[in-house]
């Protein structure tokens, strides 16, 4: 065998790689054990936003169209 010479920087990378191997499978683990959990979490998120959204564009939309009815009454 020849020798091996490994700097800082190899040895960095294969912790860094080492990590992200590690939380990648933590991850996958964890997301197929708490799926119903994790969707859950999601779909009351997404409603949330809906709710909070959906007037604020409303609002703009109907403010928009009252703008443009006074500058363009003719509905050009």
């Not at 294969?14 to 499978?25: K, N, P, Q, S, Y």
């Not at 949330?48 to 443009?68: E, G, Q, T």
Request: one cysteine or more; aromatic letters at 16%; glycine letters at 6%.
């Amino acid at each position: 065998m020849g020798n091996s010479f490994l700097t800082a920087w190899d040895i960095i990378k294969r912790l860094l790689i080492g990590w992200a191997v590690t939380f990648g499978i933590l991850t996958v683990i964890s997301c197929v054990k708490y799926r119903e959990f994790i969707a859950s979490v999601l779909h009351e998120g997404v409603w949330a936003w809906i709710n909070a959204v959906l007037p604020l564009v409303l609002i703009i939309y109907v403010l928009f169209s009252l703008v443009r009815s006074v500058f363009f009454p003719s509905g050009r």
